[in-house]
């Protein structure tokens, strides 16, 4: 299957949406809103849930909402969310779904880089287990923002990477007719993520991949508290120096 396929499939409207995963995953879950600075964005679901024996904070990027693009008072309640969750010593899991963040001037003016910023710095140096699963597009630094983890998964038909391929067409070649050949060159699928040790685990999407990522959240949350605190940042640090070519 070609990489604008697997685009295509990432973006299907009819695909779960992170609401759908934290509903079957988590019994109970409670929702927790705002940022306590402006308002609630809705594009953002999280709260604290039950998965198995393990208490833990869920955090998702809901694509029917706003498209799933996080305006910066929805970074702000991720920021809130997972300060809360390292207080209380709760494992935090993402759920990344966005073509990016929201754009346009009412973002920039509330400090939408800055949010995403702090969210990015914030993630690395959490003492708490945390990971993140790109269940249908991850796009540039609103994905990332949610991605700064132990591990990345991804859904076998998802994808992942800085932009989308109509704009590297367009910044590349001035043509966004050629975004077939720029999905290709930008090695954003699980599968060329998973090759390029940039992700660490790939969930087959057969019918059953709830069931199937439950089981595996499970047993990422029962290793990781078989782990130090020290470990777990020693691995994460040397995760990033490795992608980053360090």
């Given amino acids: 299957m070609r990489a604008m396929d697997i685009v295509r499939k990432s973006r299907n409207p009819h695909r779960k949406k992170a609401m759908d995963y934290i509903n079957y995953i988590c019994d109970p879950f409670l929702e927790m809103h705002g940022d306590r600075a402006f308002s609630d964005d809705i594009s953002i679901i999280g709260g604290i849930g039950c998965i198995g024996d393990y208490s ?52 920039e003016e509330r400090g939408q880089a800055s949010s995403i910023a702090e969210c990015i710095s914030t993630f690395s140096g959490l003492e708490i287990p945390t990971l993140s699963v790109v269940i249908g597009e991850g796009g540039s630094g609103g994905a990332l923002a949610l991605s700064v ?40 699928t699980a599968k060329d993520l998973m090759e390029d040790k940039f992700i660490e685990k790939i969930i087959k999407e057969d019918g059953g991949e709830i069931y199937n990522l439950k089981n595996e959240i499970l047993k990422f949350l029962e290793k990781s508290y078989s782990l130090s605190i020290e470990k777990i940042l020693k691995r994460r640090y040397d995760k990033y120096r490795q992608i980053l070519g360090g």
């Fill in 149 to 188: 983890t132990d591990e990345i998964w991804m859904l076998e038909n998802s994808v992942y990477s800085i932009l989308s391929p109509e704009g590297f067409s367009s910044i590349l070649w001035k043509n966004t007719n050629r975004k077939e050949e720029a999905a290709e060159l930008m090695r954003m």
């Fill in 56 to 107: 833990v904070m869920v955090i998702g990027q809901q694509k029917d909402r706003n498209f799933g693009m996080p305006n910066p008072e929805g970074y702000r309640k991720v920021l809130r969310l997972v300060k809360h969750a390292e207080k209380f010593k709760l494992p935090v899991i993402t759920f990344v779904d966005t073509p990016g963040a929201g754009c346009g001037i009412e973002a």
